[in-house]
């Protein structure tokens, strides 16, 4: 027993820091959107609206963001007409969470693995941004693909990049690289 359990310690130390970090950032998480009421927004969510609404307006886009005043999503009102919802799902949070708890458990030199992750986040809330703007526009204009482009695309092509990162992250920076 002894013998397998040096064999996989690389193994079974990723295994066990990848956990640890990934439940411990979640329920630092969970704590923090348990400060909110029911009809409140956190602040992440509210600044993915912003930064969609800005790209979408930048791009000439008739787009307008709003916070129900009932519920806690914004109303995303495209060419003047409520369109779709963005929740607290759509942030991109869990999926950041999910790369910083890989990076952390295969890390590499201090700097170059907070440089990575400063990286990594900026990158996934940029592609977020994109990605729900894109969405927007592709859902007006392709309403009957709404399964294939939310539920099957889009989240294909995020945690597709995110896979790349890690593999990026693994085969030149993490300590594991040659």
Same mark, same amino acid.
């Given at each position: ?64 963001? =709003?916070?129900?005043? %009932?519920?806690? $999503?914004?109303? *995303?009102? !495209?060419?003047?007409? +409520?369109?779709?919802?963005? &929740? ?58 709404? =399964?294939?482009?939310? %539920?099957?695309? $889009?989240?294909? *092509?995020? !945690?597709?990049?995110? +896979?790349?990162?890690?593999? &990026? ?10």
């Amino acid at each position: 027993m002894k013998k397998y359990f040096s064999q996989f310690k690389p193994f079974f130390v990723f295994i066990s820091t990848f956990f640890v970090a990934y439940i411990l950032l979640m329920l630092i998480y969970k704590f923090y959107l348990n400060q909110f009421q029911s009809t409140e927004l956190d602040g992440m969510t509210q600044i993915v609206g912003r930064h969609v609404e800005y790209l979408m307006q930048l791009c000439g886009s008739d787009i307008k963001i =709003q916070k129900n005043l %009932g519920g806690s $999503f914004l109303e *995303v009102w !495209y060419k003047q007409s +409520f369109f779709i919802r963005i &929740v607290e799902g759509c942030n991109a949070v869990s999926v950041m969470i999910l790369f910083v708890s890989f990076i952390v458990s295969f890390s590499g030199k201090l700097k170059t693995t907070i440089l990575f992750l400063l990286f990594g986040i900026v990158f996934i809330h940029v592609l977020n941004v994109i990605r729900i703007a894109l969405l927007t526009v592709l859902l007006f204009r392709f309403h009957k693909y709404e =399964q294939i482009l939310h %539920g099957v695309f $889009f989240p294909l *092509v995020i !945690y597709g990049t995110v +896979f790349i990162l890690w593999v &990026v992250w693994v085969n030149k920076f993490s300590k594991y690289a040659k």
